[in-house]
């Protein structure tokens, strides 16, 4: 299984929107997505980390993880203590572009820990958890004061210190942004 997903992983870096790779790749989702509540936690990663690879590609697959019900096992990954990036890269990549997943993203509980990650986690995955509320902020007023509401803005300015200062400007940027 962690071959397979790992190969699909390989494919659909190389894949672009409209593809047929990643047409092809849809069919894939589904069995990514169960993989997700694997017994194996190098199970669970590889398929969290392929799942971003692939919502990455194109929009069609940004929607078919979606309904295949991805989002909650990905935003209770937030919640852990381990796969936190690789949870919130898969995250980032299903709310770009894509009101009705930055929808389902907030509404499953993805803000608080994302925010929590801000402040917690290790450098590559406070940039992650900044790109990833970026996207769930972009183009939502009520997302937007959701999660300046939740404190994200002085972990935010303090990541404007770090390596993630460009993220952190970004989405601070975003917050500041009204409709």
Not at 67 to 95: F, S
Request: hydrophobic content about 55%; aromatic content about 2%; overall charge negative.
């Amino acid at each position: 299984m962690v071959m397979a997903a790992s190969l699909l992983k390989s494919l659909a870096v190389g894949a672009t929107a409209g593809s047929a790779v990643a047409t092809a790749l849809a069919g894939a989702v589904p069995p990514l997505v169960a993989l997700l509540g694997a017994d194996t936690l190098l199970a669970q990663e590889q398929a969290a980390s392929t799942l971003g690879a692939l919502v990455a590609c194109s929009a069609e697959l940004r929607t078919a993880a979606a309904h295949a019900g991805a989002i909650p096992p990905l935003v209770e990954r937030l919640k852990g203590d381990m796969m936190q990036g690789t949870a919130a890269l898969a995250l980032q990549h299903l709310a770009s572009g894509s009101p009705e997943n930055q929808a389902a993203i907030t509404q499953a509980g993805a803000i608080v820990p994302l925010v929590k990650l801000l402040e917690d986690g290790m450098p590559g995955v406070r940039e992650e958890a900044a790109r990833a509320l970026w996207n769930l902020a972009e183009g939502s007023y009520e997302t937007q004061l959701a999660i300046a509401r939740v404190g994200a803005v002085i972990p935010l300015v303090a990541l404007l210190k770090g390596d993630a200062q460009e993220k952190a400007t970004l989405s601070l940027l975003n917050l500041a942004a009204t409709d």
